[in-house]
Nanobody
Framework: QVQLVESGGEPVQAGGSLRLSCVAS????????MGWFRQAPGKEREFVAA????????RYAEYLNGRFAISRDNAKNTVYLQINSLEPDDTAAYYC?????????????????WGQGTQVTVSA
């Protein structure tokens, strides 16, 4: 069992930056692929980024245009999502999630554990 708790979301102006954090419970954090997803009001949850167990491989949704960066610190049981040049369309609840396999890393259905989400609101 893994429990995930996100933080770092807040209201910001367009052009600003945020770093979201997700802390995992338990001693097996380094065995999990970690992903970030987001869900805007009235829209489906969508993949943002994923990072492999030791952090050597990362993948991003193509629409992000290089503004996002995922990283992890296994010693702190924490995965991060740095978001730069925030846009109003980035407004959403951001969720971190954990899975054991890298295969289909962008498929939300393969993630066994989810956090409660942290809200990012970007004003123009």
């Amino acid at each position: 069992q893994v429990q995930l708790v996100e933080s770092g979301g807040e209201p910001v102006q367009a052009g600003g930056s945020l770093r979201l954090s997700c802390v995992a419970s338990g001693r097996t954090f380094s065995t999990y692929v970690m992903g970030w997803f987001r869900q805007a009001p009235g829209k489906e949850r969508e993949f943002v980024a994923a990072i492999s167990q030791r952090g050597q491989t990362t993948r991003y949704a193509e629409y992000l245009n290089g503004r996002f960066a995922i990283s992890r610190d296994n010693a702190k049981n924490t995965v991060y999502l740095q978001i730069n040049s925030l846009e109003p369309d980035d407004t959403a609840a951001y969720y971190c999630a954990a899975r054991l396999e890298w295969y289909a890393y962008n498929d939300a259905s393969g993630y066994a554990y989810w956090g409660q989400g942290t809200q990012v609101t970007v004003s123009a």
